[in-house]
């Protein structure tokens, strides 16, 4: 797959988001989204061949889409964006003209363990590709509000907690996700590259 962004970060190496392989990338993902820090990603307990379909539906969207994140070639986040308005999520705000809505999931410490600003480092590569690389104005994120972490990762970043909210669930043919008690946040383009 063609690589959509591709920036390296000094003391850690090459990063590249391509879009998703749903069949080729499910083992990853699927590893990623079974373990138990990973439980406010929802799928849990869904089996591969599960989480490789809901991947492959979701390719099928022009709204929403999942991306690989590698660094140096080795998985280390999946990425998705989605259009606030096409999403429950823009039933809960006032969304704006260049708002771009992501999850991230980031992939397990590699074999030589956590490295100190990786994290940070990783996000901002994937807020450069979502706001600079997309032309995006604002970013919107909506994590769990029992993931404090992950809360706590986002506002480090420079995102600013919005209100917290309820998320609708969602019961359709091909999509049912349950209601979700979220916590807002939102990153503005001049926030986060200033000047």
């Known amino acids: 797959m063609t690589d959509l962004h591709e920036q390296h970060v000094d003391g ?3 990063v590249r988001i391509r879009p998703l392989d749903p069949a080729s990338d499910a083992d990853v993902v699927h590893g990623w989204v079974s373990q138990e820090r990973a439980v406010h990603w929802g799928m849990n307990g869904l089996s591969r061949d599960q989480v490789a379909g809901i991947y ?3 390719a099928g969207l022009d709204t929403h889409h999942a ?3 590698t660094w140096d070639g080795a998985p280390a986040a999946l990425l ?3 259009e606030p308005a096409a999403d429950r999520v ?5 969304v704006r003209p260049g708002d771009l809505g992501v999850h991230v999931l980031l992939g397990p410490a590699g074999p030589d363990g956590p490295r100190p600003g990786w994290t940070s480092a990783l996000l901002t590569v994937m807020t450069a590709y979502a706001l600079r690389g997309l032309d995006r104005r604002r970013l919107v994120v909506d994590p769990d509000v029992r993931n404090t972490r992950a809360i706590a990762r986002f506002e480090r970043q420079g995102f600013v907690r919005g209100p917290a909210v309820v998320l609708p669930e969602v019961d359709l043919p091909d999509v049912y996700l349950p209601e979700k008690h979220a916590q ?3 990153l503005d383009r001049e926030v986060a590259f200033p000047g």
């Open 12 to 14: 850690f190496g090459t």
């Open 56 to 58: 492959a539906h979701m």
């Open 67 to 69: 991306h690989l994140v």
């Open 80 to 82: 998705q964006t989605y």
């Open 90 to 94: 823009g039933a809960c705000y006032d």
């Open 184 to 186: 807002l946040a939102f």
